[in-house]
């Protein structure tokens, strides 16, 4: 059965042949912010990732109520390995439904697709768009947005901005997180899995996604990708236009050596995506600032992080924190203070 509806909890984290942490971020964002409907995790032989969870057999999953088998691996290209396959199947006939956010649809492989049918079980895929979504107008409308925008892929955009809604919610402001990718589709259960859209309704659909509002509403837009990404740059650019911003926060991982998957280029400065993001982004709200600098410091100790972050600060001149880490309230003070 092919549905991209509601997907059942409680969930089973698949991490398959991961071969780092970093591939499993989909996995990772689950288990961060919806801890409660994760059951367990399933990991191959030489897979290098680890949620912390317990490790299960399908049966034990089973036993133990998960109802989705969600697949938590973020590959290159977002491909469904074969090594995958003997598991995926065994997971169906184990009664589980599957999720996915790859774009190698699980309803295009046709032995899933008849394991499915004979035994009843449902298929989600949840990067397939659900809505014909309009060609931008760049009208502005009203509300406010905060993009996040970075320095490279998988840098921590979505946890910045789900971090400033929860701060937002936390003093009683309005605010809505919007979801753009899979990651975040399946945390909320809502967004525009923006990157299988196709490129000329790109910003349509977030202007879809982030419509007319109260004056004191934000949307707080996960970014994709980055506009220095020779990969994946234009994601991030029909965020840039589609989404309108008011403010942008730039997102920044420090100890990296290269762009992800690309090992010839470097990351860019700061300094330099501030310059290229705000003028871009004026082309639409000529009046959008850029307020803040989220660092993903997971790989630094404190003492590290706290001296990197108060360096950031010093030079770029403006709040610089981990919100997950330490918390988002100064970027969230930082929007307040627009007004």
């Known amino acids: 059965m092919e549905c991209t509806g509601m997907i059942e909890t409680p969930y089973l984290l698949f991490l398959g042949d991961a071969p780092d942490p970093l591939a499993a971020k989909v996995a990772q964002g689950i288990k961060d912010w ?17 949620m912390k969870l317990q490790d299960m057999t399908l049966a034990e999953a089973k036993a133990a109520g998960a109802k989705t088998l969600v697949i938590g691996v973020a590959n290159r290209g977002g491909v469904i390995s074969p090594a995958w396959k003997k598991v995926l199947i065994a997971a169906l006939e184990e009664g589980f439904d599957i999720a ?38 760049g009208v502005k409308r009203t509300g406010k947005r905060c993009l996040a925008v970075g320095t490279d892929c998988s840098v921590g955009k979505m946890y910045t901005a789900l971090c400033m809604d929860r701060e937002m919610k936390a003093r009683g402001l309005k605010s809505s997180f919007r979801a753009t990718g899979q990651t975040g589709i399946l945390i909320t259960g809502d967004g525009v899995p ?9 910003a349509g ?8 509002n109260d004056d004191d509403h934000w949307d707080m837009i996960e970014g994709q990708g980055s506009l220095f990404h020779a990969s994946y740059s234009g994601v991030t650019m029909a965020l840039v236009h589609g989404g309108q911003p008011d403010a942008l926060v ?21 300094q330099d995506v501030q310059d290229i993001a705000l003028r871009l982004a004026q082309v639409v709200n000529p009046g959008v600032k850029v307020v803040g600098v989220s660092v993903n410091t997971q790989h630094m100790d404190e003492e590290t992080a706290k001296a990197y972050l108060a ?18 309230e100064s970027l969230v003070d930082a929007l307040v203070a627009l007004g």
């Open 205 to 212: 659909s977030v202007e879809y996604l982030t419509p007319d």
């Open 311 to 328: 360096k950031v600060e010093e030079e770029m001149g403006m709040p610089a924190t981990d919100p997950y880490r330490y918390g988002a």
């Open 34 to 50: 919806r801890p409660d409907n994760c059951v367990g995790q399933f990991r191959m032989e030489g897979c290098k990732a680890d």
């Open 100 to 137: 996915s956010g790859l774009h190698n649809l699980l309803r295009n492989e046709a032995d899933l697709k008849a394991v499915a049918e004979a035994t009843g079980r449902t298929l989600h895929d949840v990067r397939i768009p659900s809505v014909q979504y309009p060609i931008a107008n």
């Open 250 to 270: 730039i997102c920044h991982e420090p100890t990296r050596e290269h762009m992800r998957g690309l090992p010839d280029y470097t990351l860019p400065s700061l």
């Open 194 to 202: 923006l990157d299988a859209v196709i490129a000329d309704f790109m």
